[in-house]
């Protein structure tokens, strides 16, 4: 643990912490001295007056003692720092946002897609970041595509970048976007750190094993509530390339089941 002066120059106004001791002892009463036939009575007093007023006379010199040193710590700003991971608030944050964009996020659950719900988480963390911390989106879909070259400190462009975004008919390029996050995290200083937001689908991640990178932590925010059947509508045929206004035309839908459950769907 290590101890810094933000202000350095101004060390010597420590010594304005003793201020108030010295006020205290130069300002404590000094009774001038009489001579009396017989004090006992008076000394009694003067002792139980003393007792009484002791406790506060040194609350007061605690409290004016307190506050000097408050104000010296004010102007010298002093940090105090661990050396444990990612536990220094102050320092940099370098942040890459894997949002899945492929075609099993399109799935309704609880009145929203998968998608809006992982849009939503991504700018909860993007929120949450500070004016110096960097961040990037990249969209798993195929092939990956990052919304930034580079990590970028442009939090309201990604936001935008989040709410115009909309899921692909592809699969995930798991590897190439993981392969992005490390290449842009590689050459920045402060903590690093990569969120996952995805449903998981078995199709997407069974092939792929999540590795430990030193001093990157991986943090998997997961977006699928319950499972949900794969179907898909793979082809659509139209019985006239070129139909005239009033001309009956037919549309073949040709649809396709992934799953190992029948399942009625509206096309």
């Not at 319950?226 to 659509?236: E, H, L, R, S, W």
Request: glycine share 4%.
């Amino acid at each position: 643990m290590n101890f810094f002066i933000g202000n350095p120059a101004l060390l010597p106004l420590a010594a304005l912490i003793s201020l108030p001791i010295l006020i205290h002892f130069y300002a404590r009463a000094r009774p001038r001295i009489y001579q009396f036939s017989s004090i006992e009575f008076l000394q009694k007093i003067v002792k139980e007056s003393s007792r009484l007023k002791r406790p506060r006379s040194w609350l007061l010199l605690i409290l004016r003692t307190l506050l000097v040193a408050a104000l010296i710590l004010l102007f010298l700003k002093p940090i105090l720092r661990t050396d444990a991971p990612l536990a220094d608030a102050l320092a940099r944050k370098n942040v890459m946002i894997l949002v899945d964009a492929s075609a099993s996020m399109a799935a309704i659950e609880g009145g929203a897609t998968r998608f809006a719900t992982a849009r939503a988480k991504a700018g909860e963390i993007l929120s949450g970041l500070t004016g110096q911390d960097g961040a990037n989106v990249i969209w798993l879909r195929s092939p990956a595509q990052p919304v930034f070259p580079v990590l970028g400190v442009n939090k309201s462009a990604l936001q935008d970048a989040l709410r115009d975004a909309a899921t692909s008919n592809e699969v995930a390029d798991i590897r190439g976007a993981f392969a992005l996050a490390l290449q842009q995290l590689k050459d920045t200083d402060g903590a690093k750190e990569i969120f996952v937001i995805s449903d998981f689908q078995q199709s997407n991640w069974e092939d792929f094993r999540l590795e430990d990178h030193p001093g990157i932590r991986l943090t998997l925010i997961p977006v699928a509530d319950t499972p949900v059947g794969n179907q898909a509508v793979t082809d659509i045929f139209v019985s006239s390339s070129r139909p005239l206004r009033g001309q009956p035309v037919e549309i073949l839908c040709e649809v396709a089941n992934y799953s190992s459950e029948p399942a009625l769907r509206r096309v």
